[in-house]
């Protein structure tokens, strides 16, 4: 048994996991962890992770057993594993396989290997109409149209679903990848790509439970690559489903330059243009539009235009509720989830799961910026303080308001001006989540502002003229959070934020993690105001990216004439 002292972890019986990151061995706990559980938050030097029936089946759909996961927990955990936890972990992910959706000739059926279960499942209120027919021993018929809401309703009752009843192949397409990169060189996928596509859509045909899941890759990593290469592997039409127009744009320039697809093979399905076609690109929002509360989603009728032999769900983690309701109905259709985080501020991860698919792949930021495919960031929480009339009304008010007195704190302002001379040489974002406060900075810098209510002729131009260099600050609302490719931007100064998103850090992030000449390092700068709640919000949001290794430095910005310094807020 190893000395007490050697071993980072302390395990509780509730399934919290806490490491030190001042231990020798705490690069190897997180390693673990970071399969196995999820950050929850860090007040400290001290890490508190938390195991989950979701962490512990996207672990098992990734080849973990429970002997394993306990074998490693025991090895590094310095009082042991609780049995309570033991139990639980076994009970999880025993869980995991003994529930199968197979085809049986015509047939749907939901087999498993005891008996009991399913008499159990049979019980459930409100799954009775999900069956038809009559049980058998080992498996109960599942009406075709029940696939998705079985399998979610299920997963709700803390039993995750194996999906092995198949695909339909959807209208043949041949898409090959083709085009000549930058360096002259035809392009192909990179080896990790390759890996997600073979992860996601296997060449070995017996492997019946494919076709569907989510591929998590760092912002600039090549997710539409990935995208890209799933087309080329399955060979149909298909139907992309993004974030927003601009993405849109993105994701049909990408398929031109680099698929054997022709223009009339690729539509564009937004609020300005309505084309279906082989493979056509659509948003979210358009697909969710409605004319009122209670009425109908005439753009559903997308998903039947066609017959769909793939759906790629580009920002997985953003998926609006009514295309999940969409998504479950869907299940005869290959889908495949890109995200950069599966973390869901609405912690629907578990309908993510059930619906899209489990986890197939997932790339690890710090060795993807080891091998130079991502540009090596620093990241930095400054700490401004308030002016004595704002920090009075901020304790004066009510708690709803004093995140935003924070946010708009008009004393970083000055912060950005410090690190914009700091940063004279590099293309710079400017990000911020109150337009008040975005046009104010804007103003009073002379810079170009995108918000949501800009024109997208004049984003477009915008962005163009940034990435040519002809502008090199770009002040942006939350509309860049996603899905814009400014792959020279190696500065970011984050002005506010969500509360304590953790997905909006990572993506603000991911703004500025295109790999850069030279191997230069980039600059990531949260502006906080200090003896505020934004303190620990910026606590939460940080906690998905310092779960991939990364750490953040705690700097205090003193404005011009401050002479009256509060005591300052520990990092």
Known sequence: MPALQSCPLLVQSDGTLMVNESHPRYEEARELLRDLAELRKRPGEWHTY?????????????????????????????????????????????????????????????????????????????????????ATAGSIGVRPEARGWLKRELIAAGYPVIDEAGYRSGEALAISMGGIGVSGRPVRLRDYQSDAVEAFAPTDADRSDSGSGVVVLPCGAGKTWVGMGAMARLGCET???????????????????????????????????????????????????????????????????????LIIYDEVHLLPAPVFRMTADLQATRRLGLTA??????????????????????????????????????????????????????????????????GENPLKLGAVRTLLNRHQEEQTLIIGQYLDQLHSVADRLSLPVITGSTPHSRRQELFDR?????????????????????????????????????????QRLGRILRPKSGGREVFFYSLVSEDTDEVEFARRRQQFLLEQGYRYEVDRFVPEGWDQPREEAKP
């Not at 040519?468 to 934020?497: M, T």
């Open 466 to 506: 940034f990435n040519r260099g002809e502008l090199s600050v770009l002040a942006v609302s939350k509309v860049a959070n996603f899905a814009v490719d400014l792959p020279d931007a190696a500065v970011a100064i984050q002005l506010s934020g969500s509360f304590g998103s953790r997905q909006e850090e990572a």
């Open 50 to 134: 938390k195991l989950t029936p979701v962490t512990l089946w996207n672990a098992a759909a990734a080849g973990w057993t429970a002997e394993r996961v306990l074998a490693r927990l025991k090895e590094l955990a310095r009082y042991g594993v609780p049995a309570a936890l033991e139990r639980e972990i076994r009970n999880n992910m025993g869980r995991y396989g003994s529930l199968r959706l197979k085809r049986q000739g015509d047939e749907l059926r939901l087999f498993s290997d005891h008996p009991g279960l399913l008499a159990g499942i049979r019980s459930l209120r409100g799954l009775e109409s999900c069956f038809r027919g009559g």
């Open 341 to 406: 985080t599966l973390v869901r501020e609405d912690g629907r991860e578990g309908d993510v799961f059930a619906l899209i698919g489990p986890k197939r792949y997932d790339a690890p930021w710090r060795s993807l910026e080891d091998e130079g495919w991502i540009a090596k960031p620093a990241c930095r929480e400054v700490r401004v303080p308030l002016a004595d009339d704002d920090f009075l009304r901020y304790h004066a008010s009510a708690k709803r308001i004093r995140h935003r007195i924070a």
């Open 239 to 309: 139907l992309i489903l993004t974030s927003n127009a601009l993405s849109v744009e993105q994701w049909i320039r990408e398929l031109l330059a680099h698929t054997t697809l022709r223009a009339e093979d690729v539509g564009s399905y937004t609020g300005e243009r309505k084309e279906v076609r082989p493979v056509t690109v659509a948003t979210y929002q358009v697909l969710t539009h409605r004319k009122s509360k209670d009425g109908t989603y005439p753009h559903w009728k997308l998903f039947g235009d066609r017959n769909w032999g």
